[in-house]
């Protein structure tokens, strides 16, 4: 009975990870030499994944219409391996009756799914989805939701499904600045790029951004170097690809400090941006 209920807790993770893939997914087929969106293939996934196995459909579309096929696999340890049966209908018969297979890998990290082909050097790219295949030959027609996911995929953020999570569990630092400063030190530019990825994931979100200052000097120079500490950062979000109506800046001065001004530790906490999401 022990063995029995071992082998289940061992079990459990691998059904739940299946479930997990079984559904509706959604992206693009495209080559590295692809350069125009309007030559990307838009494909819908609909697959059910139980003991290893996977069955479904996928559609695959070019201007000329959209082709619907049966697909088989099998998938383990995150990678799904699938092959195309001959097409339910189609809009070129030579093309539709030419067996394609694709080795995909799923990352939990960034939610995606993808791979290459084993022909004319494509590569398949998908994020789950809700919907499901649509059942006509319509022609391909430029799609907002393609031209978008392209933009995604350049700028690095995850599948719809893994955003909220990163956002959740996102965690604020601020960044701080040499004595009378308002340069913004190489060491905090891969965080503040994470920042920038975050903001970009979530169309609703945008971010504030305060400025500090430790008490030396005036209250009337503080507030102008809070406030130029504020604007370094909102330049380099502009700079590093975030429009100017996502972000917010506020400047304190030296009115709200986080230590001590007393000591020169403290003024160095003082001497900061912090930063939030609204």
């Known amino acids: 009975m022990l063995r029995l209920i071992k082998f289940f807790l061992l079990l459990a993770p691998c059904l739940a990870l299946s479930q997990k893939m079984t559904g509706f997914w959604q992206g693009m087929?495209?080559?590295?030499?692809?350069?125009?969106?309007?030559?990307?293939?838009?494909?819908?996934?609909?697959?059910y994944v139980?003991?290893?196995l996977v069955d479904g459909q996928i559609r695959i579309e070019n201007e000329n219409g959209a082709s619907i096929?049966?697909?088989?696999?099998?998938?383990?340890?995150?990678?799904?391996?699938?092959?195309?049966?001959?097409?339910?209908?189609?809009?070129?018969?030579?093309?539709?009756?030419?067996p394609y297979s694709y080795q995909?890998?799923?990352?939990?990290?960034?939610?995606?799914?993808?791979?290459?082909?084993?022909?004319?050097?494509?590569?398949?790219?998908?994020?789950?989805?809700?919907?499901?295949?649509a059942k006509n030959k319509t022609p391909y027609l430029p799609k907002?939701?393609?031209?978008?996911?392209?933009?995604?995929?350049?700028?690095?953020?995850?599948?719809?499904?893994?955003?909220?999570?990163?956002?959740?569990?996102?965690?604020?630092?601020?960044?701080?600045?040499?004595?009378d400063k308002a340069l913004i030190k190489p060491e905090y530019e891969t965080y503040l790029?994470?920042?920038?990825?975050?903001?970009?994931?979530?169309?609703?979100?945008?971010?504030?951004?305060?400025?500090?200052?430790?008490?030396d000097g005036s209250a009337a120079y503080n507030l102008d170097l809070s406030a130029r500490r504020a604007k370094a950062l909102l330049n380099f979000f502009e700079q590093?690809?975030?429009?100017?109506?996502?972000?917010?800046?506020?400047?304190?001065?030296?009115?709200?400090p986080v230590d001590d001004n007393r000591s020169e530790s403290g003024k160095q906490k003082n001497r900061r941006v912090d930063f939030r999401f609204i």
């Open 104 to 133: 995909l890998h799923y990352n939990p990290q960034t939610g995606y799914l993808e791979g290459p082909s084993d022909k004319d050097n494509y590569r398949l790219i998908l994020y789950q989805s809700k919907g499901e295949i």
């Open 29 to 47: 087929l495209f080559t590295p030499q692809t350069a125009a969106i309007e030559k990307q293939i838009p494909v819908y996934l609909d697959i």
């Open 69 to 98: 096929y049966p697909i088989v696999g099998k998938y383990a340890d995150n990678r799904m391996e699938l092959t195309t049966l001959k097409a339910t209908w189609f809009y070129n018969p030579e093309f539709a009756l030419t």
């Open 144 to 179: 907002e939701w393609l031209l978008r996911f392209e933009q995604e995929l350049q700028d690095g953020i995850s599948a719809p499904n893994i955003r909220k999570l990163e956002l959740l569990q996102f965690t604020f630092q601020p960044i701080y600045f040499d004595y």
């Open 193 to 215: 790029k994470e920042l920038i990825r975050m903001v970009k994931s979530h169309s609703d979100l945008r971010i504030q951004i305060t400025g500090h200052t430790d008490a």
């Open 240 to 256: 590093n690809g975030l429009a100017k109506d996502r972000v917010v800046i506020e400047f304190k001065g030296e009115s709200e």
């Open 50 to 52: 139980t003991n290893g």
